[in-house]
């Protein structure tokens, strides 16, 4: 497991000559350690008498972003296991009419799912979005560029996961399928941009 390495171990197997961990897997981590970065603004802000109003609030963040953490460190192993899937289908043996028709099935599927999987740390990251927004705005101010660091660890996490979604998308022969999964992605991109560059001009105003 991918997530099991010391970071040093981590860093090694992607600097390596092997095809995983890539950016999708990288992706993932990206969306862990926003999410890890909220969970610490808001257990900063939790306890504090100047923020006791949003004491509850920041405690049911602790606990969602937790949840999704837990979710993208998965996603950081499946991504390679999806690439490691469709590297397999096209070392399918082809000699017959029969054997390539399950080969260029099996690629499709699993290019399919290639596309599926950092579509979903997308999706999950961006759940992440209104949570980093409010522990930057509504959160321990002394820690709001560390809120900011979460939002611009999460675009990177979108933008590249939805990186992978597209290149597998070229590779697939279901127009529905293609053409769903390029509207939502698109969606998804616009949104995280935006949500970051909010987040950078409200951490460089309090930093004035």
Known sequence: MLTDKT??????????????????????????????????????TIGRKKYAEVEDEMKTIACEVAKLQSELVIDVDKDSEAYNRVFAAFKL????????????AEIQKNTKYAAEVPMEV???????????????????????TDGCVAMMCAKVAVVG???????????????????????EADLLEAEVIAKEKHAIEVTKEACK
């Open 93 to 104: 043996p082809k000699d017959t009419e029969e054997e390539k028709a399950h080969r260029s």
């Open 122 to 144: 997308a999706r999950r990251v961006s759940k992440l979005l209104p949570l980093i927004e409010a522990v930057i705005i509504k959160g321990n101010q002394n820690a709001i």
């Open 161 to 183: 996961a939805l990186f992978n979604v597209r290149i597998n998308l070229t590779s697939i022969k279901d127009a529905d399928f293609v053409a769903r999964m390029t509207e």
């Open 7 to 44: 970071i040093k171990g981590f860093l090694a197997e992607t600097a390596g000559d092997a095809p995983v961990p890539g950016g999708g897997s990288i992706s993932a981590l990206n969306g862990s350690i926003a999410a890890a970065l909220t969970e610490m603004v808001a257990n900063l």
